[in-house]
């Protein structure tokens, strides 16, 4: 029920109680162990102040039930010192009985509650007396079911049963996948950065957004693809019993997305053009361990602003252009679940739900938005989430939470998942305005279970090292005297696969050939050579043949011969016996050095120092606009 008005400073039992009508008044005092019957305000104020200030205040407090008790505990020793009925919930279970009220507000028949919290608070003078006897509530606990999972699950959801008026419950049985993350994120991560790196991932010069074709090569070299597969990925139509229209409902990808997000939200990528291409941290990240290197990445994600995970929720429009003003910070959403997932014990699997609860019980509920009446579902004018009136979690908060951990922390191996069919869910919205058109709400909506990882627990700082699994190198090419590499047995691996084509020059789907070019030309666009070496000896089922080791050597020796040095300004002097006095003066000569008989090279970085140092010879240079 609604309570009274609310308090906005601690405030005396006395002025709480004035801030009451006479009507509720007596109710109130009703509610006391005082046959006294008391009619003009002051009196009932005076009375009600006198009992509960006294000694039947312990009475009182005995007769309150078990919720109603852990009400005034959070209360009174809480670090707010007010009573949140959503926090409350989530923690017990069920609100605290405050009383009933009316369908139009204005009856109001109040509990024994009512007599300690006013508004959201209970006045001071009351808290330093309920102090002396009242325990510390129970702290909030974090349930899970154990290391496995079944291979399906039972959900349930409430309905309304417009013939009965009365709500009722459907259970469904669903098939349930569960999947390993962290063996496929540390191959993942290479891949794509090889991937990038080869120049095929394209995104939009405007948003960042991926290509698709940029995401279905993405998808194509991950281990074990994505989280669901092709079928279900692709647009679904189902006829609707109702209305008898073609319904469409497209799932698309998650991981492939997110890696091209990530890879830019990381900064291992940056845009040239419409094209991908790695920085000198992408290139870091393919040199350090792949813990290390997903560590990272995880790092800046949770900072980075380039992409807000909530636009995934593509049912839900308005996020931009006016909407866009009212969407909160992503960095504050994501420090909130990621507090919470440290709690998280190593290798057990989480309920969602359960995460959810715990999450708004120990005080880290944060808003999507602050202006959902800029939401909308369908059409702007119809459906307009204002209609949620304070009850968004389910639908925005929970929507954006499955959308953070499946997308971005699965991905990346800090949780392994278990999810189910989004298709198959029971719908939560189907009361929301323009929803009878949608398969599901979110494609994150299958997100059932999910487990911190030991690799999770790295990432998030839990532990100072990780030991990742033994991961077997298989032996699958076979080097040929003649320069030529052969896919043997069951073939090689996508990302292995890439790296040969940055280095080789394919001759056909199992074979390729070293190239002296394709070589050269790898090595001008940054990748190294000993890398690569080090790849051949780790994957060649026989020792490098005599003739492939000279060849490399030789083109070693060859990359090496020539040297870059870096840029430099050509300063001319009139005579040769000129050139050769400030390349030998001890002011000048740390800054030049002769580059024929009468021109110096200055590096760069150093023509301010070469200038006052020439000025100091009693020479000047003029400014120069080459």
Request: aromatic content about 10%.
């Amino acid at each position: 029920m609604s309570r009274y008005p609310s308090i906005d400073n601690v405030i005396s039992l006395q002025q709480a109680l004035e801030g009451i009508i006479v009507e509720d008044l007596k109710k109130l005092k009703a509610l006391l162990p005082d046959p006294r019957k008391l009619t003009r305000k002051a009196d009932l104020v005076d009375g009600i102040r006198s009992q509960l200030l006294g000694d039947h205040l312990r009475i009182v407090w005995a007769k309150l039930d078990d919720l109603q008790k852990a009400a005034v505990a959070e209360v009174i020793h809480g670090e707010d010192g007010y009573y949140f009925p959503d926090i409350f919930r989530a923690k017990y279970g069920e609100s605290a009985n405050f009383g009933t009220i009316d369908r139009y507000g204005t009856n109001r028949e109040p509990s024994l509650l009512c007599l300690f919290i006013y508004g959201n608070q209970i006045p001071y003078d009351l808290q330093e007396i309920l102090l002396k006897f009242v325990p510390k509530p129970k702290k909030a606990t974090l349930d899970h079911s154990g290391e496995t999972v079944k291979n399906h699950v039972k959900l349930s959801v409430q309905r309304y049963n417009y013939s009965t008026r009365e709500k009722d419950i459907e259970e469904y049985d669903i098939p349930l996948t569960s999947c390993e993350t962290q063996l496929t994120a540390t191959k993942d991560l290479a891949a794509v950065l090889r991937l990038i790196q080869s120049g095929k991932v394209t995104v939009s010069e405007k948003t960042a957004l991926p290509s698709a074709g940029s995401v279905k090569a993405i998808a194509s070299i991950l281990q074990g693809g994505d989280f669901y597969n092709e079928e279900q990925r692709q647009i679904t139509l189902a006829k609707d019993s109702d209305y008898d229209d073609e319904v469409f409902a497209e799932l698309g990808s998650i991981k492939p997305f997110a890696w091209i997000m990530i890879a830019q939200g990381s900064k291992f990528a940056e845009r040239s053009g419409k094209k991908l291409v790695l920085t000198k941290a992408g290139l870091k990240a393919l040199q350090e361990s792949p813990a290390k290197g997903l560590q990272t990445a995880w790092k800046r994600w949770l900072k980075t602003k380039i992409f807000d995970e909530f636009r995934r929720i593509d049912a839900i429009k308005g996020q931009t252009g006016r909407g866009a003003n009212g969407m909160t910070d992503v960095a504050w959403r994501r420090d909130a679940i990621v507090s919470v997932l440290a709690e998280c014990p190593v290798g057990k699997w989480i309920l969602f739900h359960d995460f959810s609860k715990y999450l708004v019980a120990t005080g880290h509920r944060f808003e999507v938005t602050e202006e959902p009446y800029c939401l909308y579902i369908g059409e702007a004018g119809y459906g307009s989430l204002s209609e949620l009136d304070g009850h968004s979690w389910p639908i925005l908060e929970e929507r954006y939470m499955r959308c953070f951990l499946f997308e971005y922390a699965a991905t990346l191996g800090i949780i392994d998942v278990a999810y189910v069919d989004p298709f198959l869910i029971p719908s939560d919205y189907d009361y929301l305005w323009g929803t009878d058109y949608l398969e599901f709400l979110s494609r994150y909506d299958g997100l059932v279970y999910f487990r911190l990882t030991s690799l999770g627990a790295y990432c998030l700082g839990l532990t100072d090292q990780y030991t990742p699994p033994v991961i077997e190198v298989r032996q699958t090419l076979r080097v040929l005297p003649n320069l030529e590499i052969i896919a043997a047995g069951d073939g090689v691996e996508t990302s292995d696969a890439i790296v040969l084509d940055i280095y080789t020059k394919k001759v056909s789907d199992v074979v390729w050939r070293l190239d002296r070019p394709k070589i050269f030309a790898a090595i001008e666009n940054g990748y190294l050579l000993t890398e690569f070496t080090e790849f051949l000896d780790a994957r060649s089922i026989e020792p490098l043949p005599q003739t492939v080791q000279q060849f490399l050597t030789d083109v070693t020796e060859r990359s090496n011969s020539v040297q870059d040095i870096g840029s430099v300004r050509l300063i001319e002097c009139t005579t040769a016996h000129l050139a050769l006095l400030i390349a030998n003066d001890s002011r000048t000569k740390k800054f030049c050095q002769l580059a024929g008989d009468r021109t110096l090279a200055v590096p760069l970085g150093q023509e301010t120092k070469f200038r006052t140092a020439l000025r100091q010879m009693g020479y000047v240079l003029p400014q120069s606009d080459k």
